[in-house]
């Protein structure tokens, strides 16, 4: 094996640091490393088990593994964290690698870190670039958009429209399957991963450096990429069909070529489950305790995307890799599937869990409702945002289009879906709930938002509707309150609502828009009837 010179995605000028030892690349930017290995082996998948093993300027180390990316040539791509000099080496077993470890200096960036979950932690982080507290954790909310098929099919011309609207729009993660799946399948003209007889057996290099391109493009404007590594609802589903050694063999190849980019990695795209030894052996084979996904030393946050109103956290509590619970209150509007959002499993059950809890799929806008196959609205898709992040702890919700996920170019059917039909991506770009969703998220920047608690006890009374539930969250010191009124109207506060001092005003949740809201002595919140408001109060 012999050492090819290491190929940067991001260089900085020498003059940046000094003295500098080796090329330069700015924190957070992907460094890659190139091998070649002369024979390639008959079976490159698993002929080549070798990691790149970084060494900070603290002396701590990050083991990376390399991937096959065609012919002779294996690649590893790592994100340093920290500013200084690094070295990094080649091993592997009965590998014969030619040269002295080298090196490489890493200079400051604007770039955040990548996201990470600190233990007993409700929520996210990304380390500050620059300024005070830099390379100090500092709360990241997870606003995530659905393009399922975006980096399966988009065309390159149309993802970076498609990033800059939802980056403007303020979306801080995008969602995407990594794999052929149910929803790109037969209409994907060649897949990701090759099979032979089932066995995965070879991989598609061209269309994976254009994933790759389009995975880069997600972490250049500062957003995070969320990839799905195996869909498992269906029974031909990776998650499902593909063996065990198989799914981790294809899950580390996908968090090799894109986890320097700092990935939310959702291991498991809507299942249910119901194997827990499968997934727990997969999901130890795919994150190794103490193994970096490159993006600096340490990995993203991990968890499995749970199918429509599924609870299965029980038995992965325990599991190192399970970082936060990623669950799918899904797309139906009847009265059980709203008080399945609002009363029960992440609203009963949040005191309980010391980790973030995220909705990764609610309404989805344009969405035909189970049941009544009336499409969701943005009032739906708002109301079921909202409510996620005021019944727990917030920590993110994601938002998802009918047309964006699916991604088609025309109006058309949807691969896989039975009848379900879908218009152009286009249609979602600047959709009013996408607008919304950033209304959301301004709304909580501006707060201590990692402090607010669900606080029923602050409505005295609720209405028999479930659609027209009333959330209500405060922080400890009971300096802020939030509270979410699906229909407006009358909102009357208990004692506990009224025990601290500081105006009241009312939020369109549609344009952000405040207007002082008058309380009389009794407690009574009016706001006007017809859609949706939030009410706030801040006390100094």
């Given at each position: 094996?012999?050492?090819?010179p290491?190929l940067?995605f991001?260089?900085?000028?020498?003059?940046?640091?000094?003295?500098?030892i080796?090329?330069v690349?700015?924190?957070?930017?992907?460094?890659?490393?190139?091998?070649?290995?002369?024979?390639?082996p008959?079976?490159?998948?698993?002929g080549v088990?070798?990691?790149?093993v970084?060494?900070?300027?603290?002396?701590?180390?990050?083991?990376?593994?390399l991937f096959?990316?065609?012919?002779?040539?294996?690649k590893?791509?790592?994100?340093?964290?920290?500013?200084?000099?690094?070295?990094?080496?080649?091993?592997?077993e009965g590998l014969?690698?030619?040269?002295?470890?080298?090196?490489?200096?890493?200079?400051?960036?604007?770039?955040?870190?990548?996201?990470?979950?600190?233990?007993g932690?409700?929520?996210?982080?990304?380390?500050?670039?620059?300024?005070?507290?830099?390379?100090?954790?500092?709360?990241?909310?997870?606003?995530?958009?659905t393009?399922?098929?975006?980096?399966?099919?988009?065309?390159?011309?149309?993802?970076?429209?498609?990033?800059?609207?939802?980056?403007a729009?303020?979306?801080?993660?995008?969602?995407?399957?990594?794999?052929?799946?149910?929803?790109?399948?037969?209409g994907?003209?060649?897949?990701?991963?090759?099979?032979?007889?089932?066995?995965?057996?070879?991989?598609?290099?061209?269309?994976?450096r254009?994933?790759d391109?389009?995975?880069?493009?997600?972490?250049?404007?500062g957003?995070?990429?969320a990839?799905v590594?195996?869909?498992?609802?269906?029974?031909?589903?990776?998650?499902n069909?593909?063996?065990?050694?198989d799914?981790?063999?294809?899950a580390?190849?996908?968090?090799?070529?894109?986890?320097?980019?700092?990935?939310?990695?959702?291991?498991?795209?809507?299942g249910?489950?119901?194997?827990?030894?499968?997934?727990?052996?997969i999901?130890?084979?795919?994150?190794?305790?103490?193994e970096s996904d490159g993006?600096?030393?340490?990995?993203?946050?991990?968890?499995l995307?749970?199918?429509?109103?599924n609870?299965?956290?029980?038995?992965?509590a325990?599991?190192?890799?399970?970082?936060?619970?990623?669950y799918?209150s899904?797309?139906?509007?009847?009265?059980?599937?709203?008080?399945?959002?609002?009363?029960r499993?992440?609203?009963?059950?949040?005191?309980?869990?010391?980790l973030?809890l995220?909705?990764?799929?609610?309404?989805?806008?344009?969405?035909?409702?189970?049941?009544?196959?009336?499409?969701?609205?943005?009032?739906?898709?708002?109301?079921?945002a909202?409510w996620?992040?005021?019944?727990?702890?917030?920590?993110?919700?994601?938002?998802?289009?009918n047309?964006?996920?699916?991604?088609?170019?025309?109006?058309?059917?949807?691969?896989?879906?039975?009848?379900l039909?879908a218009?152009?991506?286009?249609d979602?770009?600047?959709?009013?709930g996408?607008?919304?969703m950033?209304?959301?998220?301004?709304?909580?920047?501006?707060?201590?938002?990692?402090?607010?608690?669900?606080?029923?006890?602050?409505?005295?009374?609720?209405?028999?509707?479930?659609?027209?539930?009333?959330?209500?969250?405060r922080?400890p010191?009971?300096?802020?309150?939030?509270?979410?009124?699906?229909?407006?109207?009358?909102?009357?506060?208990?004692?506990?609502?009224l025990?601290?001092?500081?105006?009241w005003?009312?939020?369109?949740?549609?344009?952000?828009?405040r207007?002082?809201?008058?309380?009389?002595?009794?407690?009574?919140?009016?706001?006007?009837?017809?859609?949706?408001?939030?009410?706030?109060?801040?006390s100094?």
């Amino acid at each position: 094996m012999s050492t090819l010179p290491p190929l940067l995605f991001v260089a900085a000028s020498l003059a940046a640091a000094s003295p500098a030892i080796g090329p330069v690349v700015e924190r957070g930017a992907v460094f890659e490393v190139a091998q070649t290995v002369t024979p390639a082996p008959a079976d490159p998948l698993r002929g080549v088990p070798a990691k790149v093993v970084f060494t900070g300027p603290g002396g701590q180390t990050a083991r990376v593994d390399l991937f096959w990316d065609g012919g002779e040539v294996w690649k590893a791509r790592f994100a340093p964290d920290a500013v200084g000099v690094w070295r990094y080496e080649v091993r592997g077993e009965g590998l014969n690698v030619e040269g002295d470890p080298q090196t490489f200096t890493c200079v400051p960036s604007d770039r955040p870190g990548p996201p990470r979950v600190a233990d007993g932690a409700r929520h996210f982080t990304r380390a500050r670039p620059r300024g005070e507290g830099a390379g100090q954790p500092a709360p990241w909310f997870y606003l995530a958009d659905t393009a399922w098929n975006g980096v399966l099919k988009a065309k390159p011309e149309d993802w970076d429209r498609f990033l800059d609207v939802r980056k403007a729009q303020g979306f801080t993660a995008i969602q995407f399957v990594g794999t052929q799946w149910r929803g790109a399948n037969d209409g994907l003209p060649v897949k990701p991963f090759t099979l032979t007889d089932g066995k995965v057996t070879g991989v598609n290099h061209d269309l994976l450096r254009a994933m790759d391109a389009k995975v880069a493009a997600i972490a250049a404007r500062g957003m995070a990429p969320a990839p799905v590594l195996l869909w498992a609802l269906g029974p031909d589903d990776p998650g499902n069909a593909w063996s065990e050694e198989d799914a981790v063999l294809a899950a580390r190849y996908l968090k090799a070529r894109w986890g320097a980019h700092g990935c939310v990695w959702l291991l498991g795209g809507d299942g249910k489950y119901p194997d827990a030894d499968r997934w727990r052996t997969i999901g130890r084979g795919v994150f190794p305790e103490g193994e970096s996904d490159g993006s600096g030393v340490g990995r993203g946050p991990v968890t499995l995307h749970m199918a429509g109103r599924n609870w299965v956290f029980e038995p992965y509590a325990d599991e190192p890799w399970f970082d936060f619970v990623g669950y799918q209150s899904g797309h139906g509007a009847s009265d059980d599937d709203l008080k399945w959002l609002t009363h029960r499993r992440a609203a009963a059950e949040w005191r309980e869990l010391e980790l973030p809890l995220i909705n990764l799929e609610p309404n989805y806008e344009a969405h035909p409702a189970y049941g009544t196959g009336v499409p969701h609205d943005a009032g739906a898709v708002r109301r079921a945002a909202w409510w996620s992040v005021l019944v727990a702890p917030p920590a993110g919700v994601s938002y998802g289009h009918n047309a964006g996920w699916v991604w088609n170019e025309q109006a058309g059917p949807v691969e896989g879906h039975g009848g379900l039909r879908a218009g152009p991506w286009s249609d979602a770009l600047n959709a009013e709930g996408a607008e919304d969703m950033g209304v959301l998220r301004r709304f909580l920047d501006v707060g201590p938002w990692t402090e607010l608690r669900p606080a029923p006890d602050l409505v005295v009374q609720q209405s028999d509707d479930p659609a027209a539930f009333v959330a209500a969250a405060r922080t400890p010191d009971g300096k802020w309150t939030a509270i979410y009124t699906p229909g407006g109207g009358t909102v009357i506060l208990s004692k506990a609502g009224l025990a601290h001092d500081g105006a009241w005003l009312r939020i369109d949740p549609r344009t952000g828009e405040r207007t002082p809201l008058p309380i009389d002595e009794s407690g009574v919140l009016q706001t006007p009837p017809g859609h949706d408001w939030v009410i706030e109060r801040r006390s100094e």
